[in-house]
Protein backbone atom coordinates (compact mmCIF):
# COMPACT_ATOMS: atom_id res chain seq x y z
CA UNK A 1 0.00 0.00 0.00
CA UNK A 2 1.22 3.29 -0.97
CA UNK A 3 0.95 5.81 0.71
CA UNK A 4 0.09 9.44 -0.16
CA UNK A 5 2.47 12.30 0.82
CA UNK A 6 1.71 15.64 1.65
CA UNK A 7 3.33 17.88 -0.57
CA UNK A 8 4.00 22.00 0.98
CA UNK A 9 5.01 24.11 -1.63
CA UNK A 10 4.95 28.14 -0.72
CA UNK A 11 2.28 30.45 -2.46
CA UNK A 12 0.97 30.87 -4.99
CA UNK A 13 -0.45 27.17 -5.60
CA UNK A 14 -2.45 28.04 -8.34
CA UNK A 15 -0.43 29.86 -11.51
CA UNK A 16 -2.95 31.56 -14.26
CA UNK A 17 0.08 30.92 -16.99
CA UNK A 18 0.64 34.54 -17.30
CA UNK A 19 4.96 35.02 -17.52
CA UNK A 20 7.67 37.69 -18.07
CA UNK A 21 7.99 36.07 -21.45
CA UNK A 22 4.37 36.24 -22.55
CA UNK A 23 3.90 39.77 -20.81
CA UNK A 24 6.98 41.08 -23.02
CA UNK A 25 5.80 39.34 -26.42
CA UNK A 26 1.76 41.00 -26.49
CA UNK A 27 3.96 44.83 -26.00
CA UNK A 28 6.36 43.91 -28.75
CA UNK A 29 3.25 42.66 -30.81
CA UNK A 30 0.91 45.75 -29.37
CA UNK A 31 4.28 47.93 -30.49
CA UNK A 32 4.52 46.93 -34.05
CA UNK A 33 1.81 48.43 -35.80
CA UNK A 34 3.28 51.81 -35.05
CA UNK A 35 6.40 50.21 -36.02
CA UNK A 36 5.38 49.45 -39.25
CA UNK A 37 4.21 52.37 -39.87
CA UNK A 38 7.64 54.33 -39.08
CA UNK A 39 9.23 52.06 -41.37
CA UNK A 40 6.42 53.02 -43.69
CA UNK A 41 7.46 57.01 -43.65
CA UNK A 42 10.65 57.05 -42.74
CA UNK A 43 12.56 54.40 -44.74
CA UNK A 44 14.89 52.00 -44.63
CA UNK A 45 16.51 54.27 -41.43
CA UNK A 46 13.71 53.25 -39.37
CA UNK A 47 14.64 49.62 -39.73
CA UNK A 48 18.25 49.99 -39.45
CA UNK A 49 17.92 51.97 -36.55
CA UNK A 50 15.46 49.67 -34.62
CA UNK A 51 17.52 46.22 -36.09
CA UNK A 52 20.90 47.99 -34.48
CA UNK A 53 19.39 49.21 -31.10
CA UNK A 54 17.70 45.37 -30.42
CA UNK A 55 20.99 43.66 -31.57
CA UNK A 56 23.15 45.87 -29.19
CA UNK A 57 20.75 45.32 -26.13
CA UNK A 58 20.38 41.82 -26.39
CA UNK A 59 23.99 41.37 -27.14
CA UNK A 60 24.98 43.52 -24.37
CA UNK A 61 22.73 41.88 -21.34
CA UNK A 62 24.02 38.51 -22.96
CA UNK A 63 27.74 39.63 -22.40
CA UNK A 64 27.05 41.54 -18.81
CA UNK A 65 24.86 38.15 -17.56
CA UNK A 66 27.55 36.17 -18.45
CA UNK A 67 31.05 37.56 -17.90
CA UNK A 68 30.05 40.21 -14.82
CA UNK A 69 27.10 38.46 -12.95
CA UNK A 70 28.25 35.23 -14.03
CA UNK A 71 24.38 34.30 -13.52
CA UNK A 72 22.04 31.89 -15.85
CA UNK A 73 21.43 33.77 -19.72
CA UNK A 74 18.53 36.19 -19.50
CA UNK A 75 17.94 37.22 -22.85
CA UNK A 76 14.79 34.79 -23.36
CA UNK A 77 12.69 36.74 -21.63
CA UNK A 78 12.22 39.05 -24.33
CA UNK A 79 13.05 42.33 -22.57
CA UNK A 80 16.28 43.48 -23.40
CA UNK A 81 14.56 42.58 -27.04
CA UNK A 82 12.02 45.00 -26.19
CA UNK A 83 14.36 47.49 -24.40
CA UNK A 84 16.24 47.78 -27.57
CA UNK A 85 12.42 48.67 -29.64
CA UNK A 86 11.58 51.26 -26.97
CA UNK A 87 14.61 53.06 -27.70
CA UNK A 88 14.94 52.79 -31.11
CA UNK A 89 11.05 54.36 -31.23
CA UNK A 90 12.98 57.93 -28.96
CA UNK A 91 15.36 58.13 -31.43
CA UNK A 92 15.50 59.59 -35.17
CA UNK A 93 15.48 57.07 -37.82
CA UNK A 94 18.52 59.27 -39.36
CA UNK A 95 20.63 59.10 -36.69
CA UNK A 96 24.38 57.33 -36.78
CA UNK A 97 24.61 53.75 -36.20
CA UNK A 98 27.32 53.87 -33.26
CA UNK A 99 25.06 57.00 -31.49
CA UNK A 100 22.53 53.78 -31.28
CA UNK A 101 24.98 51.51 -30.02
CA UNK A 102 25.99 53.81 -27.24
CA UNK A 103 22.55 54.58 -26.20
CA UNK A 104 21.56 50.63 -26.29
CA UNK A 105 24.75 49.54 -24.17
CA UNK A 106 24.18 52.27 -21.80
CA UNK A 107 20.06 51.30 -21.39
CA UNK A 108 20.88 48.05 -20.31
CA UNK A 109 24.51 48.13 -18.98
CA UNK A 110 23.90 51.19 -16.88
CA UNK A 111 20.21 51.59 -16.66
CA UNK A 112 19.32 47.45 -16.00
CA UNK A 113 22.14 45.18 -15.10
CA UNK A 114 23.79 47.72 -12.97
CA UNK A 115 20.71 47.02 -10.44
CA UNK A 116 21.15 43.30 -11.07
CA UNK A 117 18.81 42.82 -14.16
CA UNK A 118 14.85 42.48 -14.81
CA UNK A 119 13.00 43.33 -11.44
CA UNK A 120 15.60 45.26 -9.79
CA UNK A 121 16.60 48.81 -12.18
CA UNK A 122 14.42 51.40 -10.34
CA UNK A 123 14.38 53.29 -13.62
CA UNK A 124 12.93 52.36 -17.60
CA UNK A 125 16.18 51.41 -19.32
CA UNK A 126 14.91 52.70 -22.45
CA UNK A 127 14.70 56.33 -20.94
CA UNK A 128 17.71 56.20 -19.50
CA UNK A 129 19.68 55.31 -22.64
CA UNK A 130 17.72 58.13 -24.66
CA UNK A 131 17.95 60.84 -21.91
CA UNK A 132 21.88 60.04 -22.09
CA UNK A 133 21.85 60.64 -25.63
CA UNK A 134 20.13 63.51 -25.68
CA UNK A 135 22.52 64.88 -23.14
CA UNK A 136 25.44 64.02 -25.21
CA UNK A 137 24.39 63.89 -28.47
CA UNK A 138 22.18 67.06 -28.65
CA UNK A 139 22.04 67.95 -32.31
CA UNK A 140 21.79 64.52 -33.82
CA UNK A 141 19.45 63.36 -31.50
CA UNK A 142 17.23 66.68 -32.33
CA UNK A 143 17.69 66.32 -36.27
CA UNK A 144 14.58 65.28 -37.42
CA UNK A 145 13.60 63.60 -41.18
CA UNK A 146 10.44 64.54 -42.52
CA UNK A 147 7.88 61.75 -43.42
CA UNK A 148 8.29 60.61 -46.57
CA UNK A 149 5.59 57.42 -47.33
CA UNK A 150 6.46 55.21 -49.61
CA UNK A 151 8.44 57.27 -51.47
CA UNK A 152 11.32 56.50 -48.45
CA UNK A 153 11.49 52.85 -49.32
CA UNK A 154 12.41 53.45 -53.03
CA UNK A 155 14.62 56.06 -53.18
CA UNK A 156 16.29 55.77 -49.74
CA UNK A 157 16.51 59.51 -49.31
CA UNK A 158 16.51 61.43 -46.08
CA UNK A 159 15.29 64.91 -45.72
CA UNK A 160 15.61 66.92 -42.49
CA UNK A 161 13.13 69.14 -41.17
CA UNK A 162 13.67 72.59 -41.95
CA UNK A 163 13.19 75.43 -39.09
CA UNK A 164 14.82 78.44 -37.92
CA UNK A 165 17.10 76.38 -36.36
CA UNK A 166 17.54 72.58 -37.11
CA UNK A 167 19.38 71.32 -33.82
CA UNK A 168 16.39 72.22 -31.55
CA UNK A 169 14.25 70.05 -33.70
CA UNK A 170 11.43 71.40 -36.19
CA UNK A 171 8.96 68.81 -34.84
CA UNK A 172 5.06 69.39 -34.56
CA UNK A 173 6.18 70.03 -30.79
CA UNK A 174 8.72 72.72 -31.60
CA UNK A 175 5.84 74.45 -33.61
CA UNK A 176 3.25 74.19 -30.72
CA UNK A 177 6.04 75.93 -28.40
CA UNK A 178 6.45 78.90 -30.44
CA UNK A 179 2.78 79.27 -30.66
CA UNK A 180 2.21 79.37 -27.04
CA UNK A 181 4.95 80.49 -25.46
CA UNK A 182 5.77 83.30 -27.75
CA UNK A 183 2.50 83.51 -29.55
CA UNK A 184 3.96 82.98 -32.94
CA UNK A 185 0.69 82.99 -35.67
CA UNK A 186 3.09 82.77 -38.48
CA UNK A 187 4.02 79.20 -37.67
CA UNK A 188 0.62 77.95 -37.39
CA UNK A 189 0.65 77.00 -41.21
CA UNK A 190 3.78 74.96 -40.16
CA UNK A 191 1.38 72.81 -37.83
CA UNK A 192 0.46 68.87 -39.86
CA UNK A 193 -2.89 68.95 -40.46
CA UNK A 194 -4.65 66.69 -37.46
CA UNK A 195 -5.69 64.04 -39.34
CA UNK A 196 -1.71 63.77 -40.28
CA UNK A 197 -0.78 63.68 -36.60
CA UNK A 198 -3.54 60.98 -36.27
CA UNK A 199 -2.26 59.01 -38.97
CA UNK A 200 1.78 60.09 -38.56
CA UNK A 201 2.36 62.04 -41.62
CA UNK A 202 5.11 64.17 -39.55
CA UNK A 203 8.51 64.39 -38.34
CA UNK A 204 9.73 63.04 -34.87
CA UNK A 205 11.43 60.17 -33.63
CA UNK A 206 10.04 56.66 -34.75
CA UNK A 207 7.57 56.36 -32.21
CA UNK A 208 6.27 59.73 -32.84
CA UNK A 209 4.64 58.97 -36.21
CA UNK A 210 1.02 57.33 -35.48
CA UNK A 211 -0.96 58.50 -32.49
CA UNK A 212 -3.53 55.94 -34.03
CA UNK A 213 -1.39 52.95 -34.02
CA UNK A 214 0.10 53.87 -30.70
CA UNK A 215 -3.50 54.20 -29.15
CA UNK A 216 -5.08 50.99 -31.00
CA UNK A 217 -1.58 48.89 -29.15
CA UNK A 218 -2.56 50.68 -25.81
CA UNK A 219 -5.67 49.53 -25.90
CA UNK A 220 -4.82 46.41 -26.70
CA UNK A 221 -2.77 45.82 -23.96
CA UNK A 222 -5.38 46.90 -21.46
CA UNK A 223 -7.61 44.60 -22.91
CA UNK A 224 -5.19 41.77 -22.31
CA UNK A 225 -4.46 43.05 -19.11
CA UNK A 226 -0.75 43.10 -19.73
CA UNK A 227 -1.23 46.42 -18.36
CA UNK A 228 -4.35 48.49 -16.13
CA UNK A 229 -6.22 52.11 -17.51
CA UNK A 230 -4.88 53.90 -14.51
CA UNK A 231 -1.55 55.16 -15.55
CA UNK A 232 -1.93 55.86 -19.25
CA UNK A 233 -5.63 57.59 -17.87
CA UNK A 234 -4.21 59.45 -15.36
CA UNK A 235 -1.49 60.99 -17.56
CA UNK A 236 -3.52 61.90 -20.59
CA UNK A 237 -6.60 63.25 -18.57
CA UNK A 238 -4.17 65.92 -16.75
CA UNK A 239 -2.22 66.58 -19.85
CA UNK A 240 -5.43 67.30 -21.65
CA UNK A 241 -7.06 69.29 -18.96
CA UNK A 242 -3.80 71.63 -18.33
CA UNK A 243 -3.13 72.66 -21.93
CA UNK A 244 -7.00 73.47 -21.87
CA UNK A 245 -6.36 75.91 -19.12
CA UNK A 246 -3.23 77.35 -20.62
CA UNK A 247 -4.90 77.66 -23.89
CA UNK A 248 -7.75 79.48 -21.99
CA UNK A 249 -5.67 81.37 -20.12
CA UNK A 250 -2.77 82.09 -22.62
CA UNK A 251 -2.98 84.49 -25.47
CA UNK A 252 -2.81 81.92 -28.59
CA UNK A 253 -2.67 83.17 -31.91
CA UNK A 254 -6.13 84.09 -33.88
CA UNK A 255 -7.83 81.48 -35.27
CA UNK A 256 -6.30 78.68 -33.29
CA UNK A 257 -8.50 77.63 -30.66
CA UNK A 258 -7.91 75.79 -27.07
CA UNK A 259 -9.45 72.40 -28.59
CA UNK A 260 -6.45 72.67 -31.52
CA UNK A 261 -3.94 73.15 -29.13
CA UNK A 262 -5.56 70.37 -26.83
CA UNK A 263 -5.27 67.85 -29.69
CA UNK A 264 -1.93 68.92 -30.43
CA UNK A 265 -0.74 68.14 -27.36
CA UNK A 266 -1.70 64.81 -27.18
CA UNK A 267 -1.45 63.60 -30.57
CA UNK A 268 2.20 64.83 -30.96
CA UNK A 269 5.41 64.36 -29.37
CA UNK A 270 6.15 60.69 -27.33
CA UNK A 271 2.53 61.57 -25.57
CA UNK A 272 1.57 58.28 -26.59
CA UNK A 273 4.33 56.79 -26.54
CA UNK A 274 5.14 57.32 -22.70
CA UNK A 275 1.77 56.82 -21.32
CA UNK A 276 0.70 53.59 -22.67
CA UNK A 277 4.30 52.33 -23.25
CA UNK A 278 7.17 53.66 -21.19
CA UNK A 279 5.04 54.73 -17.93
CA UNK A 280 3.06 51.27 -17.68
CA UNK A 281 6.65 49.37 -17.22
CA UNK A 282 6.19 46.82 -14.09
CA UNK A 283 9.21 47.25 -12.27
CA UNK A 284 9.53 51.51 -12.55
CA UNK A 285 5.60 51.99 -11.89
CA UNK A 286 3.61 51.69 -8.57
CA UNK A 287 2.18 48.77 -7.42
CA UNK A 288 -1.56 50.11 -6.28
CA UNK A 289 -4.50 51.63 -8.34
CA UNK A 290 -3.61 54.86 -6.05
CA UNK A 291 -0.32 55.00 -6.41
CA UNK A 292 -0.24 54.24 -10.39
CA UNK A 293 -3.21 57.33 -10.40
CA UNK A 294 -0.92 59.64 -8.50
CA UNK A 295 2.47 58.75 -10.92
CA UNK A 296 0.28 59.41 -13.95
CA UNK A 297 -0.98 62.80 -12.33
CA UNK A 298 2.43 63.91 -11.86
CA UNK A 299 3.90 62.47 -15.38
CA UNK A 300 1.28 64.89 -16.73
CA UNK A 301 1.91 68.07 -14.63
CA UNK A 302 5.60 67.78 -15.43
CA UNK A 303 5.29 67.08 -19.22
CA UNK A 304 3.48 70.38 -19.26
CA UNK A 305 5.68 72.50 -17.40
CA UNK A 306 8.28 71.26 -19.55
CA UNK A 307 6.86 71.50 -22.70
CA UNK A 308 5.31 74.90 -21.97
CA UNK A 309 8.32 76.59 -19.96
CA UNK A 310 11.47 74.60 -20.39
CA UNK A 311 14.17 74.76 -22.99
CA UNK A 312 12.89 71.24 -25.12
CA UNK A 313 9.86 71.01 -26.67
CA UNK A 314 9.18 67.31 -25.30
CA UNK A 315 9.52 66.41 -21.92
CA UNK A 316 8.11 62.82 -21.40
CA UNK A 317 10.90 61.12 -21.14
CA UNK A 318 12.51 63.22 -18.06
CA UNK A 319 8.87 63.14 -16.53
CA UNK A 320 8.82 59.37 -16.74
CA UNK A 321 12.18 59.24 -15.33
CA UNK A 322 11.84 62.08 -12.45
CA UNK A 323 8.05 59.90 -11.05
CA UNK A 324 10.24 56.70 -11.49
CA UNK A 325 12.18 58.10 -8.70
CA UNK A 326 9.07 58.63 -6.36
CA UNK A 327 7.71 55.27 -6.94
CA UNK A 328 9.13 54.11 -4.24
CA UNK A 329 7.38 56.70 -1.84
CA UNK A 330 3.68 55.70 -4.09
CA UNK A 331 4.30 51.99 -2.91
CA UNK A 332 3.77 53.14 0.73
CA UNK A 333 0.56 54.01 -0.35
CA UNK A 334 -1.59 50.89 0.82
CA UNK A 335 -5.44 49.62 1.20
CA UNK A 336 -5.99 49.32 4.70
CA UNK A 337 -6.24 45.48 5.44
CA UNK A 338 -9.96 43.92 6.79
CA UNK A 339 -10.50 44.50 10.67
CA UNK A 340 -6.92 46.30 11.33
CA UNK A 341 -7.21 49.12 13.21
CA UNK A 342 -6.41 52.61 12.94
CA UNK A 343 -3.39 53.69 15.18
CA UNK A 344 -3.95 57.36 17.02
CA UNK A 345 -1.29 59.07 18.07
CA UNK A 346 -2.22 61.03 21.18
Known amino acids: MTMKKLIVAPAPHAHSGDSVRRNMLLVILALLPAYIVSVIEFGWGALITALISIAACVCTEWVVTKYLLKEKNTIGDLSAILTGLLLAFNLP ?40 LLISFPAQMTTWPKAQGFASLITNQTVIADGPDANTGATPLYYLKQIVKDGKSDVVS ?71 YVA ?59 MNACVPLLNKIRPRRFGEKVKVKK
Open 93 to 132: SNIDWWIVLIGAVVAIGVGKMTFGGLGQNPFNPALVGRVF
Open 190 to 260: QLPDLWDSLLGVMGGSLGEVCALALIAGGIFLICTRVITWHIPVSILCTVALLAAVTGWCGALPEGFTTWQ
Open 264 to 322: YTLLTGGMMLGAFFMATDYVTSPMTDCGKIIFGIGIGVIVMVIRTWGAYPEGMSFAILI
